[in-house]
């Protein structure tokens, strides 16, 4: 709550700067209204009793949707727990140490037939309550330039973090109205962060919001609540790193390319992209906990932003800032002082 607070006064500071005193007060009576909704958004009780209650989690191989369905299987829920290989080493270490209430499916969300299977098998074994929520959480991650990703890496990354998704719903989704229950799609801060070297992942995930955030306006008239995660950085935390050699991006180039990224270039870059990612959080109880809460509180969030203290206040204030602005806090960064020294020289 300190944090929300924090950035709510961060942004007032701003608002000040750019436009003045008259603006300021709208802004803050807005803003003062938005800070009471987040109050009242927890206040209540929750749903800590998940007997009854089933939840479909994609992802379940490793990571948070592994974790994910640990913690609900002990807090009572039925778990169908989708892993991309059902006899892979997450798949049978979450069949070996869940509940009898812990169903372990095959569901690589690409595939049309995987979930049309998927969904058979979950109707066919349903609590009497239903099916309480489909937790969106599959995805893959890839880092690049725009031009060193050929249509085919755009296509792969797209068809299992946007539409892998979108088909996991739309399949779902009248199950989930039937119970008046929970979508959850587990986004990322590079949805509105358009960093250096992660396009192609920002495009999926800037879709998948936009897809999310429509289905909340509709899904609202039938009582079904829509959230949406937003972690930061937890790669060490996660296996959805994607880790490339020097020589294996250098290869994919062709020769004009290859004049304008030169090799040094592309190691330096290689190497500040894997010294960022182990430098993220290893512990994701943080996003763990912001799922909980968005499948069981009376009120759950539209947005869990999922980032440190320090970082929950820029994050929080970026999106509002003038493009001009945005574009120039990457300038702050040394990897882009040495891009355009070792491009241009």
Request: net charge positive; with cysteine.
């Given at each position: 709550?300190?944090s929300?607070?924090?950035?709510?006064?961060?942004?007032?500071?701003?608002?000040?700067?750019?436009f003045g005193?008259?603006?300021?007060?709208?802004?803050?009576?807005?803003l003062?209204?938005?800070?009471?909704?987040?109050?009242?958004?927890?206040?209540?009780?929750s749903l800590?009793?998940?007997?009854?209650?089933?939840?479909?989690?994609?992802?379940?191989?490793?990571?948070?949707?592994?974790?994910?369905?640990?913690?609900?299987?002990?807090?009572?829920?039925?778990?169908?727990a989708g892993?991309?290989?059902?006899?892979?080493h997450?798949a049978?270490?979450l069949?070996?140490?869940?509940?009898?209430?812990?169903?372990v499916?095959?569901?690589?969300?690409t595939?049309?037939e995987?979930?049309?299977?998927?969904?058979?098998l979950?109707?066919?074994?349903?609590?009497?309550?239903?099916?309480?929520?489909?937790v969106n959480?599959?995805?893959?991650?890839?880092?690049?330039?725009?031009?060193?990703?050929?249509?085919?890496?755009?296509?792969?990354?797209?068809?299992?973090n946007?539409?892998?998704?979108i088909r996991?719903?739309?399949?779902?989704?009248?199950?989930?109205?039937?119970?008046?229950?929970?979508m959850?799609f587990?986004?990322s801060?590079?949805?509105?962060?358009?960093c250096l070297?992660m396009?192609a992942?920002?495009?999926?995930?800037?879709?998948?919001?936009?897809?999310?955030?429509?289905?909340?306006?509709e899904?609202?008239?039938?009582?079904?609540?829509?959230?949406?995660?937003?972690?930061?950085?937890?790669?060490?935390?996660?296996?959805i790193r994607?880790?490339?050699?020097?020589?294996?991006?250098?290869?994919?180039?062709?020769?004009?390319?290859?004049v304008?990224?030169?090799?040094?270039y592309?190691?330096?870059?290689?190497?500040?992209?894997?010294s960022?990612?182990?430098?993220?959080?290893?512990?994701s109880?943080?996003?763990i906990?912001?799922?909980?809460?968005a499948?069981?509180?009376?009120?759950?969030?539209?947005r869990?932003?999922?980032?440190?203290?320090?970082?929950?206040?820029?994050?929080?204030v970026?999106?509002?800032?003038?493009t001009?602005?945005?574009?120039?806090?990457?300038?702050?960064?040394?990897?882009?002082?040495?891009?355009?020294?070792?491009l241009?020289s």
């Amino acid at each position: 709550m300190w944090s929300v607070i924090v950035s709510l006064v961060m942004l007032l500071v701003f608002i000040y700067v750019c436009f003045g005193t008259y603006i300021v007060t709208y802004s803050a009576f807005t803003l003062g209204l938005l800070l009471l909704a987040q109050v009242l958004r927890h206040r209540g009780g929750s749903l800590s009793d998940g007997s009854d209650r089933a939840v479909l989690i994609t992802g379940c191989d490793s990571g948070f949707g592994h974790q994910l369905a640990k913690t609900l299987d002990s807090m009572g829920f039925m778990v169908f727990a989708g892993c991309l290989c059902s006899n892979g080493h997450g798949a049978q270490t979450l069949a070996k140490e869940g509940s009898q209430r812990l169903r372990v499916l095959q569901l690589d969300v690409t595939k049309d037939e995987d979930v049309r299977l998927a969904k058979a098998l979950v109707e066919a074994n349903l609590p009497e309550k239903g099916l309480w929520a489909v937790v969106n959480n599959a995805g893959i991650t890839d880092w690049g330039e725009t031009e060193w990703n050929s249509i085919k890496d755009y296509q792969k990354i797209i068809d299992t973090n946007l539409f892998g998704s979108i088909r996991t719903s739309v399949a779902f989704l009248p199950l989930v109205r039937a119970a008046k229950g929970r979508m959850v799609f587990v986004s990322s801060i590079f949805a509105f962060f358009h960093c250096l070297n992660m396009g192609a992942y920002s495009i999926s995930k800037r879709g998948l919001e936009a897809f999310a955030d429509c289905l909340r306006v509709e899904l609202s008239s039938f009582d079904v609540k829509v959230s949406i995660i937003q972690p930061g950085n937890f790669g060490p935390a996660t296996n959805i790193r994607s880790k490339k050699t020097t020589q294996e991006i250098w290869d994919k180039l062709d020769d004009e390319h290859k004049v304008i990224f030169n090799r040094s270039y592309i190691e330096c870059a290689n190497t500040y992209f894997q010294s960022m990612c182990n430098a993220g959080s290893k512990n994701s109880h943080m996003v763990i906990d912001s799922m909980v809460h968005a499948l069981t509180a009376p009120n759950p969030k539209v947005r869990y932003l999922l980032v440190s203290f320090k970082e929950n206040i820029f994050f929080s204030v970026f999106p509002y800032l003038p493009t001009v602005v945005k574009d120039a806090v990457f300038s702050l960064s040394p990897i882009y002082h040495k891009r355009k020294v070792m491009l241009y020289s």
